[in-house]
């Protein structure tokens, strides 16, 4: 360690098994990126601009376009910019901050679904005490308590990679600074950090999804002992949304992070898909599926909605 020359700077060497094929990339990745950003600002105007639209469901629909936004741009930027020939180091410092964010933000991601979960599970199971249980207040706390479970859970897998020394070789054989592809850099045994990673991410998303799975599981009950065929189609049309959302998150993690063996081309496409494509697609399922956002976002785009409620 004496003769430790300490890396400033990575290469990341993009997209594996990619080679000549930066611009069609760059010409395909580009409206994924803007629709994200479009879609979600969308989202997010609609729900501050309609009274109507002021709910706990709404209020983490709006939380969950900003995290979109800020996941999608922590690692499309920079891939983006690459894609367009222009350089592709990156320094220490921002290497750290594209890690921390990135599971900064996708971490909060996964308990903000959980939170979303246990909303549609007061609204349907306790309608009569869901004003009481879900009021402002405790919309906050919720709110920012994901903030600070991701940071937490950020801080932990941020700071087992990085207090690792690099002197050698800095190539980083990805597209972004993400664990598995920083942690073979080391100039030191890994085995520890990736236990405590595998343990962390496996931890976090096991947990989350039980809590998600027993909130539906309830709300399914709920739903089939609504006498009314509307009742059911309603309360059904609510929830369909958010399990699609889950059912697109939580793929790509199991893919990513938690298989035995990785399979490093399946796990570049999936990490893709959800970088790019996952957050462009939260916008148009949430409207697509729920009324009261389709016409609210018509009203704002055709210019009519009222001074009241602005």
Same mark, same amino acid.
């Given at each position: 360690m004496k003769n430790c020359s300490v890396v400033t700077e990575f290469i990341l060497l993009g997209i594996p098994h990619t080679e000549g094929l930066e611009t069609m990339l760059f010409v395909v990745f580009l409206p994924f990126y803007a629709c994200t950003l479009v879609g979600n600002v969308s989202i997010l105007v609609t729900v501050i601009s309609s009274t109507r639209l002021h709910t706990p469901m709404y209020f983490f629909l709006g939380n969950l376009s900003v995290f979109d936004m800020g996941f999608s741009s922590v690692t499309c930027p920079k891939m983006l910019l690459y894609l367009m020939g222009l350089s592709r180091l990156i320094s220490y410092q921002d290497c750290v901050s594209q890690l921390f964010f990135f599971h900064f933000l996708g971490s909060i991601e996964c308990? #903000? /679904? *959980? =939170? %979303? &979960? /246990?909303?549609?599970? *007061? &609204?349907?199971?306790?309608? #009569?005490?869901y004003p009481v249980i879900m009021n402002a207040r405790i919309c906050v706390a919720l709110a920012a308590g994901t903030w600070l479970l991701g940071c937490l859970h950020s801080s932990i897998l941020t700071s087992l990679t990085f207090t690792l020394p690099y002197c050698g070789p800095n190539e980083v054989d990805y597209f972004f600074c993400d664990i598995p592809a920083v942690l073979p850099l080391a100039s030191a045994d890994t085995s520890l950090a990736k236990r405590v990673s595998f343990t962390n991410v496996g931890l976090v998303s096991l947990v989350c999804f039980l809590l998600i799975l027993v909130s539906y599981t309830r709300i399914a009950i709920s739903i089939l002992s609504i006498h009314s065929t509307e009742g059911r189609q309603r309360a059904f049309s609510t929830c369909s949304a958010h399990l699609i959302a889950i059912l697109c998150a939580y793929g790509p993690i199991i893919t990513v992070y938690l298989q035995p063996t990785p399979n490093p %081309? #399946?796990? *570049? =496409? =999936?990490?893709i898909l959800m970088n790019l494509v996952g957050p462009m697609l939260n916008p148009l399922i949430y409207t697509l599926r729920n009324r009261e956002v389709k016409e609210s976002l018509k009203k704002i785009l055709h210019g009519k909605v009222s001074l009241s409620e602005v």
């Open positions: 308990f #903000l /679904y *959980t =939170v %979303m &979960a /246990y909303d549609r599970f *007061t &609204a349907i199971c306790h309608p #009569l005490r %081309m #399946l796990g *570049t =496409v =999936v990490q």
